[in-house]
């Protein structure tokens, strides 16, 4: 491991994970910690419990802004663990000089996806710093729901789930690019970010057996597959031509050589389900704007355990290993 901090181990794949388990697992190993959750559920399994902190440059792109992810990211956090969002708060830290109405902007946004969730924020903290402390804002949430559903865990995976995604992968970390690098589009390319609670109340009240629940964000899918190949014990293989990439996240990829299953997400997850309710829950998913083109992409099987195999039309087939390196920093 390196003896300083790179940009490399915020990217949500391998770098990541080594200063996690090394640095801060390490420290406050315990039973909970230790499953790797998207929130960690508590007191006796009735409630959900999740943090997470945004530093995205910019703060406003297509599709949302700053203070609509911070909303998202915790509250699908919670939802991935079949919660209800109820409670949060919301500490932010704002550079001297920054604007009041663009702030006001953030929280009305804020807001509205605090509707959307069912949820409130019962307490906050706000700390200004000097001009060149920090950039801007940057904002954490923490959220506490109530699970409607025991017993999902990325911890449980067997061959007899398969593998579903809600939507078209890449969106947010092809926006939040193109925003970045100023690259003019001829197209309706915008981040996929929103709130997940719908889909997922929907799934869970039509008794769809869900095994496992992960939102795509950064690493994108490819981090969330190889984390459940090895949290789970299995083997995961996926039908690369069933991968949805929309044709602008598509051109964006091939135009600077980035792999779609990498970019980050921020309103897409994927889910372990079982067989036989597999086009049950596609079904129900279809029946959503934001998630109309639901696919299942993969197989769970034995072959190779703890790895992830992407299978080509042509009958090839090769791993596909988590993200490594910093493909784009400040995502979220």
Request: proline letters at 2%; hydrophobic letters at 40%.
């Given at each position: 491991?390196n003896?300083?901090?790179?940009?490399?181990m915020?990217?949500?794949?391998?770098?990541?994970?080594?200063?996690?388990?090394?640095?801060?697992?390490?420290?406050?190993?315990?039973?909970i910690?230790?499953?790797?959750?998207?929130?960690?559920?508590?007191h006796?399994?009735e409630?959900?419990?999740?943090?997470d902190?945004f530093?995205?440059?910019?703060?406003?792109?297509?599709?949302a802004?700053?203070?609509?992810?911070?909303?998202?990211?915790?509250?699908?956090?919670?939802?991935?663990?079949?919660?209800?969002?109820?409670?949060l708060?919301?500490s932010?830290?704002?550079?001297?000089?920054?604007?009041?109405?663009?702030?006001?902007?953030?929280?009305?946004?804020?807001?509205?996806?605090?509707e959307?969730?069912?949820?409130?924020?019962?307490?906050?903290?706000?700390?200004?710093?000097?001009?060149?402390s920090?950039?801007?804002?940057?904002?954490?949430?923490?959220?506490?729901?109530?699970?409607?559903?025991k017993?999902?865990?990325?911890?449980?995976?067997?061959?007899?789930?398969?593998?579903?995604?809600?939507r078209?992968?890449?969106?947010?970390?092809?926006?939040?690019?193109?925003?970045?690098?100023?690259?003019?589009?001829?197209?309706?390319?915008?981040?996929?970010?929103?709130?997940l609670?719908?889909q997922?109340e929907a799934?869970?009240?039509?008794?769809?057996?869900?095994?496992?629940?992960?939102?795509a964000?950064?690493?994108?899918?490819?981090?969330?597959?190889?984390?459940?190949?090895?949290?789970?014990?299995?083997?995961?293989?996926?039908e690369?031509?069933?991968?949805?990439?929309?044709?602008?996240?598509?051109?964006?990829?091939?135009?600077?050589?980035f792999?779609?299953?990498?970019?980050?997400?921020?309103?897409?997850?994927?889910?372990?389900?079982k067989?036989?309710?597999?086009?049950?829950?596609?079904?129900?998913?279809?029946?959503?704007?934001?998630?109309?083109?639901?696919?299942?992409?993969?197989?769970?099987?034995?072959?190779?355990?703890?790895?992830?195999?992407?299978?080509?039309?042509?009958?090839?087939?090769?791993?596909?290993?988590?993200?490594?390196?910093?493909?784009?920093?400040?995502?979220?």
């Amino acid at each position: 491991m390196n003896k300083q901090i790179t940009l490399a181990m915020g990217n949500g794949g391998e770098e990541n994970n080594e200063l996690i388990s090394k640095i801060f697992y390490k420290a406050f190993k315990n039973e909970i910690l230790e499953k790797s959750e998207d929130a960690a559920v508590i007191h006796g399994g009735e409630l959900a419990f999740s943090t997470d902190s945004f530093t995205v440059s910019p703060l406003f792109f297509e599709g949302a802004d700053i203070g609509k992810l911070a909303i998202c990211g915790t509250c699908n956090d919670l939802a991935m663990m079949g919660a209800k969002p109820k409670y949060l708060t919301c500490s932010v830290i704002i550079e001297e000089g920054f604007s009041t109405r663009e702030l006001e902007k953030i929280v009305r946004s804020m807001k509205k996806e605090l509707e959307i969730n069912g949820a409130i924020v019962v307490s906050g903290d706000t700390k200004v710093v000097p001009r060149g402390s920090v950039d801007k804002i940057f904002i954490n949430t923490t959220g506490i729901g109530t699970i409607i559903k025991k017993g999902i865990s990325s911890n449980n995976i067997s061959t007899d789930d398969v593998i579903l995604v809600s939507r078209d992968i890449g969106r947010h970390g092809a926006t939040i690019f193109a925003a970045r690098e100023g690259i003019e589009l001829s197209s309706t390319l915008e981040s996929d970010c929103a709130s997940l609670i719908e889909q997922v109340e929907a799934l869970l009240e039509a008794d769809v057996c869900v095994t496992a629940m992960r939102d795509a964000t950064r690493g994108g899918v490819s981090a969330v597959l190889n984390e459940w190949a090895k949290q789970s014990d299995i083997c995961i293989e996926v039908e690369e031509e069933s991968i949805p990439v929309s044709q602008e996240v598509y051109g964006i990829c091939e135009m600077l050589g980035f792999e779609a299953l990498n970019l980050a997400n921020e309103g897409t997850f994927v889910l372990a389900v079982k067989k036989e309710d597999a086009q049950k829950a596609l079904e129900i998913l279809h029946s959503f704007e934001n998630s109309k083109n639901a696919v299942k992409i993969a197989n769970v099987s034995q072959q190779y355990k703890q790895k992830v195999i992407l299978l080509s039309s042509y009958g090839t087939k090769r791993f596909l290993d988590a993200p490594t390196g910093e493909l784009l920093p400040r995502i979220c």
